[in-house]
């Protein structure tokens, strides 16, 4: 059985969430689910390795967690934006750390056309 560090643990959480968010926005819905998931544990939680919370991480998610936070706060026609916003964020990050799941994280992207109405 594989194990995770805390943080690789959140960040599945965070993707697994970001699937249903993703569906939901697409979808149109009047009421988005709620994130189970505290995200400010992203710059405490305990990582594989610790090099991977230097440099610009925690600005990085702090982007992130600004993104997520506005898809829920802003109207429905800007949340395809928004949300697309935070999935750039996760891209930027990954792309100078722990690389391995961007190209499962683009397949998160909401076509602009996708404006639900």
């Known amino acids: 059985m594989r194990t995770y560090s805390e943080l690789s643990g959140l960040m599945l959480g965070v993707q697994t969430y ?3 968010l993703r569906d939901s926005v697409r979808s149109g819905a009047y009421q988005l689910p709620d994130n189970p ?6 710059h405490s939680a305990e990582a594989t390795d610790s090099r991977e919370l230097e440099g610009n991480y925690h600005e990085l998610a702090d982007r992130f967690i600004q993104w997520s936070d506005s898809v829920h706060s ?3 026609t800007r949340r395809i934006e928004a949300f697309n916003k935070s999935i750039d964020a996760c891209i930027q990050c990954h792309s100078s750390r722990c690389p ?10 909401l076509p602009v056309s996708d404006s639900a109405s």
């Open 37 to 42: 998931m505290d995200l400010e544990r992203m």
């Open 100 to 109: 391995g799941p961007i190209s499962s994280i683009r397949k998160l992207y």
């Open 74 to 76: 802003t109207t429905k």
């Open 18 to 20: 970001q699937k249903i």
